[in-house]
C-alpha cells in the first residue's frame, strides 16, 4: 500500500473565506518575494489558486492561522471532482486575468497607454509564474525521497509542505505539527518534509524526524512512529 485516503478533522480543515488571507501570510513568509510591489497581486494570486486546488483536493491542513498541505493521500471521487473543477477555474481565472486587460485597452485611444494596460498585468502574471517555478525546485528532493521509501521500504509515505505561521503567533506552526503528527499516525504514514528554516529543521528533529536516505536536506518521519505527548515547539517558519 503507497497510499490512503486523508480524512482530516473539521477542526483542522480552512474555511474557503480563509483561503485569501493564507495565501497572502504563505507568498508573505515563504515567497518566492515579489518581483515588484507591482507584481505583488500576482504573486499572490498564484498562492490563491495554489491553494484552492490543494484544498478542493482534501489536502489542506489549518490551525489557529497556520497552514500545512500534505502530498500523497488518493482522493475520493468527490474531492477528484472538485479538485478537477477548482483547477479549472484557476486556469480560467488566470487567462480571464491576460486577456481582459487587451480587451480594455482596444477601447483606449493612447496606443503607449493601451499597450501598458495590456501587457503589465500579462507580464506580472508570466513573471511570477516563472519566479515560483524557480524557487519551487526545492520541493523536487523531497518528492523524490517519498518515491524511494515508498519502492524499498514500502509502507504509506506522504509529503508535507509549505508549513507556515502568522507572524504575531509562531507558536500556531508547532501546535499544527502536533496535529499533523497525529493525524499521520491515524493513517499510518510516514512524512517527508524539506525545512524552510534551520530553526524549522532542529523542531522537527526533536519531534523524531531523521536525516532522508537521498538528501540531507530532507527529514523523514516513518509510519507508526510515536507522537510525543505534550506541546510541541515551534517549527518556526522562515
Keep these: 500500500m503507497t497510499a490512503t485516503r486523508l480524512h482530516v ?21 515563504l515567497g518566492p518575494p515579489a518581483l515588484t510591489p507591482l507584481t505583488r497581486p500576482a504573486a499572490c494570486w498564484l498562492w490563491l489558486a495554489a491553494l484552492t486546488v490543494i484544498h478542493a483536493g482534501g489536502r489542506v491542513l489549518a490551525h489557529a492561522g497556520a497552514t500545512v498541505s500534505v502530498t500523497g493521500p488518493r482522493m475520493t471521487w468527490p474531492r477528484r471532482a472538485a479538485y478537477t473543477a477548482a483547477l479549472a477555474t484557476a486556469g480560467t481565472v488566470s487567462a480571464l486575468w491576460i486577456w481582459l486587460p487587451f480587451e480594455a485597452a482596444a477601447h483606449i485611444r493612447w496606443p503607449l497607454a493601451a ?9 506580472a502574471l508570466l513573471c511570477e509564474t516563472g519566479n ?9 528532493p523531497a518528492t ?5 521509501l515508498r519502492r524499498h521500504h514500502g509502507g504509506t509515505w506522504w509529503e508535507a509542505g509549505s ?12 501546535r499544527l505539527v502536533h496535529q499533523a503528527l497525529h493525524l499521520a499516525d491515524a493513517h499510518a504514514a510516514g512524512l517527508v518534509v524539506v525545512p524552510n528554516s534551520p530553526a524549522t529543521h532542529r523542531a522537527y528533529l526533536r519531534r523524531g524526524f531523521t536525516h532522508g536516505p537521498l538528501s540531507p536536506r530532507v527529514l523523514i518521519r516513518p509510519p507508526h512512529a510515536r507522537t510525543t505527548p505534550g506541546t510541541p515547539a515551534a517549527p518556526h517558519p522562515a
Excluded: F, K, S
Excluded at 9 to 29: E, I, K, V, Y
Excluded at 163 to 174: C, K, M, R, S, W
Design 132 to 140: 515560483m517555478l524557480l524557487r519551487g525546485r526545492a520541493a523536487v
Design 144 to 148: 523524490t525521497t517519498v518515491h524511494y
Design 9 to 29: 478533522p473539521g477542526h483542522l480543515r480552512p474555511r474557503w473565506r480563509d483561503l485569501p488571507g493564507l495565501a497572502a501570510l504563505a507568498q508573505r513568509r
Design 115 to 123: 499597450g501598458l494596460i495590456a501587457c503589465a498585468p500579462a507580464i
Design 163 to 174: 508549513l507556515v505561521a502568522p507572524e504575531d503567533n509562531p507558536l500556531a506552526a508547532g
